[in-house]
């Protein structure tokens, strides 16, 4: 019977593990049809995994303040890019662009960064 049960966990642990790695929620969340434009000022930057977080706030039309936050890939793949964990700092202006949250939280997977003078900060592949 024993033996049963460790074959029996043996053959869940190879079932599951494939669903487990390919669950991971990638860009699933975001409308990857439209984009959306986001100009403001970075009030934080997370440089960590497994997604790379920037904090952003910007003026509406009417100048109040939304406070948007856009997703990146892994710090790994920025680092191969240039990137450093000081790439951006609060204060710094840019502008982003990505595909927003489907939700309709000030969200947004980013696909451009332009700084404030106007170069891009390059996102390297597998963004």
């Known amino acids: 019977m024993k033996k049963y049960l460790i074959s029996f966990a043996l053959i869940a642990a190879v079932l599951l593990l494939p669903s487990l790695v390919l669950g991971h929620h990638g860009q699933a969340s975001y409308e990857l049809t439209k984009a959306v434009t986001g100009k403001g000022t970075v009030t934080d930057f997370h440089f960590v995994n497994p997604h790379c977080i920037v904090e952003l706030d910007v003026k509406d039309d009417k100048g109040q303040i939304q406070k948007w ?57 597998g963004n």
């Open 69 to 125: 936050q856009g997703e990146l890939t892994s710090p790994n793949h920025l680092i191969r890019a240039g990137w450093t964990a000081t790439s951006l700092k609060a204060g710094d202006p840019i502008t982003m662009t990505g595909y927003p949250a489907k939700s309709g939280a000030y969200s947004m997977w980013i696909s451009k960064i332009l700084l404030g003078d106007g170069s891009e900060l390059k996102l390297g592949g």
